[in-house]
T-cell receptor, first 120, second 111 residues
Framework: DTGVSQDPRHKITKRGQNVTFRCDPI?????LYWYRQTLGQGPEFLTY????????KSRLLSDRFSAERPKGSFSTLEIQRTEQGDSAMYLC??????????????????FGAGTRLSVL | LAKTTQPISMDSYEGQEVNITCSHN???????ITWYQQFPSQGPRFIIQ???TKVTNEVASLFIPADRKSSTLSLPRVSLSDTAVYYC????????????FGTGTRLLVSP
């Protein structure tokens, strides 16, 4: 499978615990994104990496959230001291960035199946 | 980023053509229109993208009139497996662009 993979698919945790999710993007993609989706809503942007650099973070990403992409390949999203409001689907996407107007620059993002987090 | 408006839900039957219209009155000159499909418990999947006139691929067609203030996603001969949420997004096709999703259109295809 050469798509975006996320692990785990489901995570149940107790309030106050830390959780970490992993995303493996499509291998040649230099851009990686994290989104969060709650029931009945569309995904909401959390953060974005180009290679290993984290270039933008949403205000949704509180100080309990941290994301890394240490070698510009896979990424991890950690949530510390989880709260019930953190329960959601966490989606990872990747894309191939290119020069403006070039064939690679369509900003088509490919999503993984997501990690569903339930905080009890 | 262009704000988009689309119907909350649509119903159809197998074999029919489904057209989902999205309005984006404040679309910018550099904005493209992109549609994603999402099944329950899965991430969104890219369907089609266009700038103007008509784009067709193996899955759908996208019609964008000259004023580009709206667009229509056309799904020919839908099947039960086309039951999903469809999102219309407007944004630049170049450089980094976070995707801004609305609530989408829930399409239900019945036998």
């Amino acid at each position: 499978d050469t798509g975006v993979s996320q692990d785990p698919r489901h995570k149940i945790t107790k309030r106050g615990q830390n959780v970490t999710f992993r995303c493996d993007p499509i291998s040649e993609h230099n851009r990686l994104y994290w989104y969060r989706q709650t029931l009945g809503q569309g995904p909401e942007f959390l953060t974005y990496f180009q290679n290993e650099a984290q270039l933008e973070k949403s205000r949704l990403l509180s100080d309990r959230f941290s994301a890394e992409r240490p070698k510009g390949s896979f990424s991890t999203l950690e949530i510390q001291r989880t709260e019930q409001g953190d329960s959601a689907m966490y989606l990872c996407a990747s894309s191939l960035g290119g020069l403006a107007g070039g064939p690679d620059a369509k900003n088509i993002q490919y999503f993984g199946a997501g990690t569903r987090l339930s905080v009890l | 980023l262009a704000k988009t408006t689309q119907p909350i839900s649509m119903d159809s039957y197998e074999g029919q053509e489904v057209n989902i219209t999205c309005s984006h009155n404040n679309i910018a000159t550099n904005d493209y229109i992109t549609w994603y499909q999402q099944f329950p418990s899965q991430g969104p999947r890219f369907i089609i993208q266009g700038y103007k006139t008509k784009v067709t691929n193996e899955v759908a067609s996208l019609f964008i009139p000259a004023d580009r203030k709206s667009s229509t996603l056309s799904l020919p001969r839908v099947s039960l497996s086309d039951t999903a949420v469809y999102y219309c997004l407007g944004g630049m096709n170049t450089g980094f662009q976070k995707l801004v999703f609305g609530t989408g259109t829930r399409l239900l295809v019945s036998p």
